[in-house]
């Protein structure tokens, strides 16, 4: 058995959900913050059998997209009366940030 344990955008979390649930697959989600851009994300954890975890990544694959964020870079050190103009940083985010773990053990009491 394997735990997927998948990193998603908020606003894509619901879909996948509903489409992991179409197709008979137990998920848990737990809200999540990103520690670069400190926003909200989703990671939702999938323990499947083996032979399943191909198409639970499809899935992942095609309901989370990739989107274009801006952050602003931390202002350097300034000396007193020197003006700062951050200029927005382009970052890359997602569509899922994906990890396969093994389990050693599944109970369901
Ligand atoms: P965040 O940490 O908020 O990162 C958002 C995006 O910022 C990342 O997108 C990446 O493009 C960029 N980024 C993150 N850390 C960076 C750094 N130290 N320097 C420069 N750019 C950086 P994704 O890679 O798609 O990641 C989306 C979210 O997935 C992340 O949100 C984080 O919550 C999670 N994540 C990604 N890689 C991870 C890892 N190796 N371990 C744990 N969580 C991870
Ligand atoms: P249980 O199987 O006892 O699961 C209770 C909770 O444990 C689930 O809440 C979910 O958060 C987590 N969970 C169970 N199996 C998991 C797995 N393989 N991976 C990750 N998390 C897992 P809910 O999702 O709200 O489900 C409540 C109850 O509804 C479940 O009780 C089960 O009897 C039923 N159920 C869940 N998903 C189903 C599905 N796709 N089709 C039919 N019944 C489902």
Excluded: W
């Excluded at 007193?80 to 053990?105: H, K, R």
């Amino acid at each position: 058995m394997k735990l997927i344990l998948s990193i998603v955008n908020r606003d894509d979390s619901n879909a996948l959900i509903d489409s992991l649930m179409r197709t008979g697959y137990r998920a848990t989600v737990v809200s999540t913050t990103g520690g670069f851009l400190r926003a909200g994300n989703a990671t939702i954890m999938i323990g499947v059998e083996d032979e399943n975890v191909p198409e639970v990544l499809t899935l992942i694959k095609e309901g989370c997209h990739t989107r274009t964020q801006y952050v602003n870079p931390l202002p350097p050190v300034m000396e007193p009366g020197e003006l700062y103009m951050p200029s927005p940083i382009e970052v890359q985010v997602g569509g899922a940030t994906v990890f396969v773990m093994n389990v050693d053990d599944f109970h369901h009491f």
